[in-house]
């Protein structure tokens, strides 16, 4: 045995990885994962189909309960869903036809959406050469993000029709006539007499009122400058009986000069009702061109539409965050990794301070260069807008099943299968003290940082969905001060040493308590195999364990023969 076996098991683990990450799309036409939440089909208008003519397809999409997509804009998280057309040659597709979505609230976060169902229209325009008495197929891949209260999970999922070319006039197909219907009774119809006025920040839109209206309020297109977080209140012009007026909040100084999104109204007997709206903003610089919310003359009823936010502020945010992340060194997740790091400052109690404080540093700037990093990358995912939640690594397949394979790796290790770092035992016992050591301090705070995300929770969902709606300043300050809280014990104990004392001695116990935390990580592990199921299928979750299988095999013969005291 050499040191290059462990390589070719390793290797054999490896070359699981394609099969395990693209088994989901290639099995998706053979069968339906039980577990997802969505069910995506095409649906054609009419039976046959003329050469130069447009028709129109649905891609419905149907959800299971307590579970939502998203709209073209879907507000703070999520993405809206994405199709990829597969056509034959010289035929076109439009963009999608959007039905009008409903605004809904979860902590501090808004987002734009359905539930139940979605019917997305698209029209589809043949070539004029078409020959008449073939066949032709139109295939699809439609892509999505789901959330419900707890979680959000991506998907895709592969669709086709078939359709007659015929020279005469297109047959309609009886079976999907409601289904059309009942799509284009949701596209939002055009407003007309919309007229927008702006003072400073405050934009306000005068709605012809056509029935008793109680509710109302306004969907802005992505890049629109709107904060859509602010309340939309809703009043009775004080001069017209048959106009009300809708209050919005602009959220940026360079101000756009054209409002464009959806209005939706509702009334006191229930009916709603949609509207596109694009029309030019007028700015103003007197209140007698704007229209009083706030007239005690005014019969207005103001009807805030429903929102629920963070109540507190930056100051209370960035405190909120900082306990918070001290709360994360004791979750699940986060306690096998963090169990390293006590067992290494008992190791360090007999050795300099110096030193202590040295890894205790470096474990606190992994983590913290981890929260810049996953910080810095979904406000750039916002910015470009694809709007995503905190934890949202957790939703890609290949990072849950990575993280599981790192974390299964190190559970070995804790059994003693193998032993990390044994090279650096031979260097007159101060291994912690090598430029490796420290690393590993570093490396620690990263992963410790890349298993804690998900566990946020409730406590800190509030204050990090108010983060995302800040300043990219505020908002990496906010971040910054939960790297800070969960690394703030490390620091403590790194900077004083004496306070190791009350930690047991090293002894025999240690072996144990190593073990323990062995299973812990193997929870961890199953858990995260879990994750993957629900995003793959039983085949995906087949070949990561053959994969994990292989990876065991490999820590196996490292641990046994590639030591140092045993011959190549």
């Known amino acids: 045995m050499n040191r290059f076996v462990p390589l070719l098991f390793c290797t054999l683990a490896l070359l699981f990885s394609p099969i395990v990450f693209t088994s989901s799309s290639l099995l998706q036409a053979q069968q339906v994962e039980e577990a997802a939440p969505v069910k995506a089909t095409l649906h054609q208008e009419m039976e046959t189909i003329q050469p130069g003519k447009a028709f129109w397809v649905i891609t419905r999409l149907k ?58 229209l698209t029209k589809i325009t043949p070539p004029d050469t078409l020959t008449s008495g073939n066949d032709i197929k139109i295939d699809a891949e439609i892509s999505w993000v789901v959330c419900s209260d707890e979680t959000c999970l991506p998907g895709s999922e592969n669709s086709s029709i078939s359709l007659s070319v015929k020279d005469s006039e297109p047959i309609a197909n009886a079976r999907t006539a409601a289904l059309f219907a009942q799509a284009r009774a949701a596209l939002p119809k055009e407003a007309s007499d919309i007229i927008v006025k702006r003072k400073a920040d405050i934009i306000k839109m005068q709605i012809p009122k056509n029935e008793d209206y109680r509710v109302a309020y306004f969907c802005p297109e992505e890049g629109q400058s709107l904060d859509f977080h602010a309340d939309q209140l809703l009043a009775q012009h004080p001069d017209s009986s048959d106009r009300l007026v809708l209050q919005l909040q602009d959220a940026q100084e360079n101000h756009s000069q054209q409002l464009s999104g959806v209005l939706i109204v509702q009334s006191k007997n229930g009916n709603e009702e949609a509207y596109t709206i694009n029309v030019p903003i007028e700015d103003v610089s007197t209140d007698d061109s704007l229209i009083s919310m706030t007239n005690p003359t005014a019969t207005a009823t103001i009807v805030p539409s429903q929102h629920v936010e963070f109540e507190g502020g930056v100051g209370l945010a960035i405190v909120f965050a900082f306990i918070g992340g001290m709360i994360l060194n004791l979750m699940p997740c986060v306690l096998p990794v963090i169990s390293f790091k006590v067992m290494s400052f008992v190791k360090m109690a007999g050795q300099s301070r110096s ?45 849950v099943a990575s993280l599981a394979a790192v974390l299964l790796v190190f559970g070995l290790s804790l059994f003693g299968v193998f032993e990390l770092g044994t090279s650096l035992a031979t260097k007159a016992g101060q291994a912690q003290s090598s430029s490796a050591g420290l690393i590993g301090s570093f490396m620690s705070g990263i992963l410790a940082t890349a298993v804690a995300t998900p566990c946020t929770g409730p406590f800190l969902g509030s204050a990090l969905g108010f983060a995302v709606t800040l300043p990219a300043h505020l908002s990496l300050l906010i971040f910054t001060s939960l790297g ?37 990580m193997l929870a961890t592990v199953l858990w995260l195999i879990w994750v993957f199921s629900a995003q793959t299928n039983y085949m995906a979750v087949t070949m990561l364990l053959a994969g994990f299988f292989f990876m065991s095999i490999g820590c196996w013969i490292y641990g046994k023969w590639a030591t140092p005291i045993k011959k190549r």
Do not use: C
């Open 355 to 399: 030193l202590t404080l040295k890894h205790g540093l470096m474990f606190s700037l992994g983590v913290l260069v981890s929260f810049w990093a996953l910080a810095g990358v979904l406000l750039v995912m916002q910015a470009y807008g694809n709007a995503v939640g905190w934890g949202f690594q957790l939703q890609e397949p290949l990072f």
């Open 484 to 520: 800070l809280g969960m690394a703030f014990p490390y620091l403590i104990l790194a900077a004083y040493p004496n306070l190791l004392r009350f930690l047991p001695k090293p002894g025999n116990w240690m072996v144990t308590f190593k073990e323990i935390m062995g299973f812990l």
């Open 63 to 120: 959800l299971d309960d307590k579970w939502h997509a998203y709209w073209k804009n879907p507000g703070d998280a999520g993405m809206a869903p994405e199709i990829e057309w597969t056509l034959p040659e010289g035929f076109t597709a439009s963009d999608i036809n959007w039905p009008y979505p409903q605004r809904f609230t979860a902590d501090s976060m808004v987002g734009f959406g359905y539930d139940k169902e979605v019917l997305l």
